[in-house]
């Protein structure tokens, strides 16, 4: 895919010309109420899939001594997903750093921008660019959760998943928000993502709740150690202050008596 966006660059802009109106000089869907609505509730369920998982470390670390409502593998490999695959690769590192500009940024769809193919990083962009797409990231990584399915059913899963990204990617082009390299290298990217972690934490071979309970826990009980130390050391902060003003406050009301 890379090498045909790279020799053929101009699919992105022939692509983005299907949803463009050239008299309106915009998208016209990005201003429709309907398909806003639809993302809006689209981009919800990716963070209604990792919300369990979230729940059942923030419940562990909060009591290190209860047992985990989900197997702590199958936590640790929703949540890191989640925070490598959309939230620091495609936001944080690409989007931020490469600096392609939005379909609706470039000359030929009404902007000031030139058009930059996927592979040239520029500085036409400065923040919240293009490359890759956010949103379409974040929705392929519901491949995680569909990944867990029964056996029986994790190939159907997994296929709505893929048609689940591939949707949500497709509204960012129909919106001029994004060219199709964009949604498909954050497919590609945060997929790869997502097996790879699979591999690493779900594999039987390597999978080890019990253990990585343990180190869970002891984690829990560091941070409550550390917190406690943290608080002990405000609490004695304030009571010196405390101290410094009220002696402070004692030798004012001398001098003023003795005024």
């Not at 915009?26 to 369920?45: D, G, H």
């Not at 497709?170 to 497919?187: E, K, L, P, Q, Y």
Request: aromatic share 10%; net charge positive.
């Amino acid at each position: 895919m890379g090498a045909i966006f790279a020799v053929y660059p101009l699919i992105d802009l022939e692509v983005a010309g299907l949803f463009f109106n050239d008299q309106a000089a915009k998208f016209p869907a990005s201003t429709t109420y309907e398909w806003n609505l639809v993302r809006q509730v689209a981009n919800w369920i990716p963070f209604l899939l990792v919300a369990p998982a979230l729940f059942a470390l923030l419940r562990k670390i909060v009591f290190p001594g209860s047992k985990m409502l989900i197997a702590p593998s199958v936590v640790v490999f929703l949540i890191a997903s989640f925070i490598i695959g959309p939230g620091l690769t495609s936001n944080l590192l690409l989007k931020e750093n490469w600096g392609r500009p939005r379909p609706n940024h470039v000359h030929q769809f009404a902007g000031t921008a030139d058009f930059q193919p996927w592979w040239r990083p520029s500085s036409e962009c400065k923040r919240n660019c293009s490359f890759v797409s956010g949103e379409a990231s974040q929705a392929f990584w519901v491949v995680a959760p569909a990944s867990l399915a029964p056996p029986q059913v994790r190939a159907t899963a997994m296929g709505a998943a893929v048609v689940f990204g591939a949707a949500v990617g497709t509204m960012r082009v129909i919106f001029g928000r994004h060219f199709i390299s964009d949604i498909i290298f954050a497919g590609i990217i945060t997929i790869a993502i997502v097996m790879g972690l699979y591999r690493l934490l779900l594999d039987p071979v390597r999978r080890n709740d019990a253990r990585l309970e343990k180190a869970i826990e002891r984690t829990s009980i560091a941070l409550h150690r550390g917190t406690a130390a943290l608080l002990a050391g405000a609490g004695t902060a304030l009571a010196h202050a405390g101290g410094t003003l009220r002696h402070t406050g004692q030798h004012l009301h001398k001098r003023i008596a003795c005024l």
